[in-house]
């Protein structure tokens, strides 16, 4: 059996199943709309996305090729150069932008490298998690030296990608049955960050993860993933963990904690994570859209009634992100932050 002692061969129904089973995996949808009608066609295709799998892959989005081609390039340039280089841009205490390889999720090391940057700069944030302290602290972005067109070509991503953030915005409203500029206000002073990700080969990929299992705590998340593949959602009806297959050019759209909120459990956060591999190094460009830090992020009153109530108590954007933040850097004691703490009795 193999070249393993018996001993290690578990029953057929038991092991565990080649990660390239084809399986039908999450929509793509077309965002070219024509003819009447269109644009609620489009909507609605959003909307059942959402509820069913709270991810879907998008095509005729918008955002230039060539401009996703560049920030690719200046990516791999930055992650090529040397961890002292790198190390100059690095994340502290002080200012949690910039390059860094620490990252946990639930408390075990993530196996990437990661450099973040902020949409707007300045940002503004909480200075603590604290309810009491009502202290703004203000957030601008630390850049590397090299490449050279590393600051400009990541800037000018992030207004083209934003643009779809926003326009996946207003047809997720429309999609709820309200109005397409519902959930715009909240953003006005958005807190959002780009992610350059960057995930070495690993010797041990059945033993360890690029990102262990979470859900993305913001409104949406735009991601940008390259050839290699690695990205996996859980699947809601059996648990089953299922690979996100890369679509050339494509960007995956997930819902996250906030606007699962705001639709009070209609659309789902859903649960994912990253496989790595021991030979191709892989990259991803999550754009994470936050709403402002002093939106109270609660179930939108059109959606809730006597018999619908709302299933989650408010809560400060601004405070759970830092909450948040915190706890990515280094190991707690206990789980951190998740939405569920703030669900209300009756909905248990
Ligand atoms: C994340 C994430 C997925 C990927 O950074 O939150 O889920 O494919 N990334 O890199
Ligand atoms: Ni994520």
Not at 20 to 28: R, S, Y
Request: proline share 7%; charged share 30%; net charge negative.
């Amino acid at each position: 059996m193999g070249g393993i002692d018996q001993a290690f061969v578990q029953e057929p129904e038991q092991r565990p199943k080649p990660s390239t089973i084809e399986v039908d995996g999450i929509p793509v949808i077309d965002m070219s709309v024509s003819g009447t009608g269109g644009i609620e066609k489009l909507a609605s295709e959003i909307g059942n996305a959402c509820r069913k799998w709270g991810f879907f892959q998008v095509i005729n989005h918008g955002v230039p090729l060539e401009l996703r081609q560049r920030v690719e390039k200046v990516a791999k340039a930055f992650f090529d150069l040397p961890i002292e280089e790198k190390g100059k841009a690095k994340r502290d205490d002080l200012n949690f932008t910039g390059y860094h390889d620490e990252e946990h999720t639930k408390n075990v090391r993530d196996w990437k490298e990661v450099f973040d940057m902020l949409i707007e700069d300045p940002t503004f944030l909480p200075a603590s998690p604290d309810p009491d302290d009502e202290e703004i602290r203000t957030y601008s972005n630390k850049w590397p030296e090299n490449p050279p067109e590393f600051r400009e070509t990541c800037q000018e991503y992030c207004r083209e990608v934003e643009k779809l953030a926003f326009k996946l915005l207003e047809l997720i409203s429309l999609s709820l049955g309200l109005p397409a500029n519902r959930l715009s206000d909240f953003f006005k002073h958005q807190t959002g960050m780009l992610r350059l990700n960057y995930y070495p080969p690993c010797p041990s990929p059945a033993l360890a993860l690029g990102v262990g299992r979470h859900r993305d705590g913001g409104a949406l998340t735009v991601l940008a993933q390259d050839d290699v593949g690695g990205l996996q959602i859980r699947r809601q009806s059996d648990g089953e963990w299922i690979p996100i297959k890369p679509i050339p050019n494509a960007y995956i759209i997930n819902i996250a904690d906030a606007l699962q909120v705001w639709s009070n459990d209609l659309y789902v956060s859903a649960e994912h994570r990253v496989v790595v591999n021991s030979e191709k190094e892989r990259f991803s460009i999550p754009l994470f859209f936050f709403p402002s830090h002093y939106v109270k992020v609660k179930p939108l009153e059109e959606l809730v009634n006597e018999q619908n109530p709302a299933k989650y108590k408010e809560y400060s954007w601004g405070k759970y992100y830092i909450n948040r933040t915190g706890s990515n850097y280094k190991k707690l004691e206990a789980e951190n932050l998740q939405i569920d703490h703030f669900k209300t009795p009756e909905s248990e």
